[in-house]
């Protein structure tokens, strides 16, 4: 079963370069969304009656010119970005809903991890200020001066790590280490990066286990590390997902223990044994050996992995190739085992493996659709060409997940109909499964679509999310995630605004509405996981 969806995805990958599957036909209940949703032009190709030996050389001329501009600017470490600029009409909208959200943030939950904004008060979880770090470098790209300065009085004055607190060592590293770091690259403030060494020397315990693959969780005080509370194994898009940060802390301290670590883990799992490419979503720290059927996903527990391949790549000067060999070897399998069309569609998207690879699942989740804009990424470093139809097509389906609900906003996990089922619907939604937590994905995405192609279509459809989230997210005190997309009367507010809304959602759809593109190329920085911007360094 699995085998044919993946055929037949592929022969309609490999036989369909020229457009991408023209706009479905309208759901009953989204007439009004699917008519302005008409799938933008490829990237530009060279004229079809050349043939084929001029255009390949023409191809390949666009990406030697490419590789030049990439490699001038490689060796140097990047000055901040010339902030800032005149504000577009639409940027001004998402300045206007990040003062919101820090007012209520400020208001009843300073200091503290997360703002319940119904309850006005606040929730703690790793004890960390989460969302004022989360939230500093977004403040600061943003030009908004007062509420940045009062982030930096709370991070010189209150901000400490010798806390008896158990912390997840991914979650704290993509958005403290990675918050910390971005600041201090585009500040050059001496208290961040004092901050990140301090946190990154009490982090580096997670190491400490029979494999070097880092165990899941750190107590911060003891330096102890241990296996998540719920399991024995750790996550793999977790121990895969702390290299960009840790290298960057030592490139610039000068020490290298940090970098030495990181690329032990990455090296370990380049030598496990994969499925074409794929990984399962579960490994042991004692061991280095993965959990026996162990899911295959690009979401949950998975979906960083390969976004972390393609992006260390890029943060050491394309120099360490195995990086890039894996993530190609990966999309391979991606489009052989897990791409599937769906009826009556023929939309395309990425389901999952489980029970040891044997069952194909239609199931896709909201967090996946970070890929569409990780493989535009990869085809502007040269990746494969047809990498880019895939990611429109997922950037399709995406967005459709969230402009086909009656909120515009997506579903944590969406279905997909593989078969006719004779009605008009490509997918649908399980009520556990129907809650949107202020996730930035597809917003993310959009954002690297249009900065490679210039098509405001992406913005277009990035405003039409961000008008869901003002709709169905905002309250009084800032803004909550919900328990239901598909009703615009009982969206069962869930009263928690997570940082990464402040760390990654507001700043990709501020980066997507920018008239200068330039201001934050993608020849210069890479965006950790948590959307932090680091610099790209030469090897
Ligand atoms: C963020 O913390 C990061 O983007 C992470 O990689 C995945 N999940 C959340 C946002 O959805």
Not at 122 to 147: F, H, P, S, V, Y
Request: net charge negative.
């Amino acid at each position: 079963m699995l085998g044919v969806a993946g055929i037949v995805a592929l022969t309609y990958v490999i036989t369909n370069h020229a457009e991408p599957s023209a706009p479905p036909a309208a759901s009953h209940s989204a007439d009004h969304v699917d008519s302005y949703l008409t799938p933008p032009p490829l990237l530009p190709h060279p004229p079809d009656n050349l043939p084929e030996k001029e255009k390949e050389a023409v191809e390949n001329e666009v990406f030697a010119k490419k590789d030049e501009g990439m490699r001038e600017g490689r060796d140097q470490i990047v000055p901040p970005p010339g902030l800032p600029q005149k504000r577009t009409t639409r940027q001004e909208a998402i300045v206007a809903a990040m003062k919101h959200a820090w007012k209520g943030y400020k208001t009843y939950a300073w200091g503290h991890d997360h703002l319940k904004p119904i309850s006005r008060t606040r929730n703690d979880w790793l004890r960390l200020g989460l969302t004022l770090i989360d939230a500093l470098d977004t403040l600061w790209i943003m030009d908004l001066k007062e509420e940045f300065s009062e982030a930096r009085e709370w991070v010189s004055t209150q901000l400490h790590f010798n806390l008896n607190q158990d912390v997840n060592l991914f979650e704290t590293t993509i958005r403290v280490l990675g918050g910390l770091l971005s600041t201090y690259h585009l500040t050059k403030e001496q208290v961040f990066l004092d901050k990140a060494v301090d946190l990154g020397d009490r982090l580096i315990a997670g190491f400490n286990s029979g494999s070097g693959v880092p165990f899941a969780d750190v107590n911060l005080y003891s330096r102890r590390a241990s296996k998540p509370k719920w399991g024995p194994d750790s996550s793999t898009s977790e121990v895969t997902t702390i290299q960009l940060e840790f290298r960057d802390l030592s490139r610039i301290t000068g020490n290298p223990i940090y970098e030495e670590k990181v690329n032990f883990v990455s090296e370990h799992i380049h030598k496990l044994p994969k499925t074409e490419g794929l990984v399962p979503i579960f490994i042991n720290a004692q061991t280095g050996q993965w959990r026996s059927h162990s899911t295959i996903t690009l979401g949950a527990r998975g979906d960083s992995y390969y976004e972390y391949l393609l992006k260390q790549w890029i943060q050491t000067g394309r120099t360490k190739d195995y990086l890039r060999d894996d993530f190609n070897e990966s999309v391979s399998g991606m489009e052989h085992l897990l791409a599937a069309r769906t009826e009556p569609s023929n939309l395309l998207f990425f389901g999952e493996l489980h029970g040891g690879s044997k069952n194909f699942v239609n199931k896709m989740d909201e967090l996946t659709c970070y890929l569409p804009g990780t493989l535009a990424l990869g085809v502007h470093y040269g990746m494969p060409k047809h990498h880019m139809t895939l990611a429109e097509q997922l950037m399709y389906t995406c967005t459709l997940t969230w402009l086909r609900q009656p909120t515009n906003l997506a579903p944590e996990i969406t279905y997909f109909n593989t078969q006719p089922t004779g009605t008009n619907e490509d997918f649908f939604v399980k009520n556990n499964d129907a809650h949107y937590l202020l996730r930035p994905e597809t917003i993310e995405s959009l954002w690297y679509m249009y900065h490679l192609t210039g098509n405001k279509t992406y913005q277009d459809w990035g405003w039409q999310m961000f008008q869901g989230i003002e709709t169905y997210c905002r309250v009084e005190n800032g803004y909550t995630s919900i328990g239901n997309v598909r009703s615009t009367v009982d969206t069962k507010p869930k009263d928690k605004m997570e940082s990464f809304f402040l760390g990654e959602t507001l700043k990709y759809l501020y980066l997507l509405f920018m008239e200068d593109q330039s201001t934050f190329s993608i020849d210069k920085w890479v965006f950790n996981s948590e959307a932090h911007p680091l610099p790209i360094y030469s090897h």
